[in-house]
C-alpha cells in the first residue's frame, strides 16, 4: 500500500489536491465529521467532489465517524455515507468512545453487493466479537437507552469542554491559543513560542500528565507546535486550572 497525504484546511480535507497528488488512488481513509486531529468538518462541496471522484474511479471511501455523535455547536453532521449513490462509501464507527473502551465492539457498513463478501473476510481474519455482547447493547440500542446516553454525554461533555478551555486558558493564557472545534474529545493548545511539542509531550508524561503532539500527526511544516488534550475527564474550571499551572511547570 502506497499512502499518500492530503492538506487540510477550515473546510476539511482539500480534495482537489487529492486527487491531483493521487489521481489512480484506490481508496480514500477521512473523517469527514470531525477531522482527526484537527476537528474541522468536510465542507459539502468538499463531500460531493469526493463522492464524484470515488465513482468516476471506482474506488472507495473508508468514512470513518470515531466520534461524530461529540458535536456541541448545532446537530451532528449526517454521515457522508447518507449521501452515497453509488455505493462507494464503507461507513465504521466504534463504541468505544460513546459506551466504554473495553467494550471493543465496532462496526462497519457496506454497500449490500459487498456483505457476502465482507462476511467472508471477516470470518476468515476478523478476532470476533462475543454474541452476548453484541445481543445486548443491539438491545440498548433498540429500546432507546443508546439515543439518551449520548444526549446526557454530549451535554456533559459540552459544559467539560468550556470549563477546561476556560481554566486552561486562564493559566496559559500568554503561552498557548486554544482552537474550539465544534465537536470531539479534545482540544488542541497551540504554542505561541516556537518550542517542540514533543519534548514539552515528554516532560508532561514525567510529570504524569498525557497529552500529543501534533508534529506525530503531520508531515509538514508549516503546522506550528501544539499539543492535543483530553477533557472528558475534566469535572470543574478549578481542576482546569490545576492541570495548566502543572503544564506551565513543566514548560519552564
Known amino acids: 500500500m502506497s499512502v499518500v497525504s492530503v492538506p ?121 466479537s462475543p454474541q452476548l455482547t453484541q445481543t445486548i447493547v443491539t438491545t440498548f440500542i433498540k429500546e432507546g437507552y443508546f439515543a439518551r446516553h449520548i444526549q446526557r454525554m454530549r451535554k456533559l461533555y459540552g459544559e467539560r469542554r468550556e470549563l477546561a478551555t476556560a481554566g486552561l486558558t486562564s493559566v496559559l493564557n500568554k503561552h498557548v491559543s486554544i482552537d474550539l472545534q465544534p465537536g470531539g474529545m479534545h482540544l488542541i493548545l497551540r504554542l505561541k513560542a516556537q518550542r517542540s511539542d514533543r519534548r514539552l509531550v515528554a516532560r508532561m508524561l514525567e510529570d504524569g500528565l498525557y497529552g500529543e503532539a501534533l508534529s506525530d500527526w503531520t508531515d509538514r511544516s508549516d503546522e506550528g507546535p501544539a499539543i492535543l488534550v483530553n477533557f472528558t475527564n475534566i469535572g470543574s474550571q478549578r481542576a482546569a486550572e490545576a492541570l495548566g499551572r502543572r503544564i506551565l511547570k513543566v514548560m519552564a
Not at 486531529?37 to 465542507?43: E, N, R, T
Not at 457496506?110 to 456483505?115: D, F, L, W
Open 8 to 128: 487540510v484546511d477550515q473546510e476539511g480535507m482539500v480534495t482537489d489536491l487529492g486527487v491531483k497528488a493521487a489521481p489512480r488512488a484506490r481508496a480514500a481513509v477521512v473523517t469527514p465529521a470531525h477531522q482527526s486531529p484537527l476537528g474541522v468538518s468536510l465542507a459539502l462541496p468538499r463531500r460531493m467532489a469526493l463522492l464524484d471522484w470515488a465513482a468516476k474511479n471506482k474506488a472507495w471511501i473508508l468514512e470513518d465517524d470515531y466520534d461524530g455523535e461529540y458535536r456541541y455547536v448545532g446537530r451532528p453532521l449526517p454521515a457522508l455515507k447518507s449521501l452515497d449513490r453509488e455505493g462507494r462509501v464503507l461507513y465504521s464507527g466504534t463504541f468505544s468512545k460513546v459506551l466504554f473502551p473495553a467494550l471493543r465492539l465496532a462496526y462497519l457498513v457496506v454497500p449490500e453487493t459487498e456483505v457476502e463478501r465482507f462476511e467472508e473476510v471477516n470470518q476468515a481474519w476478523g478476532p470476533g
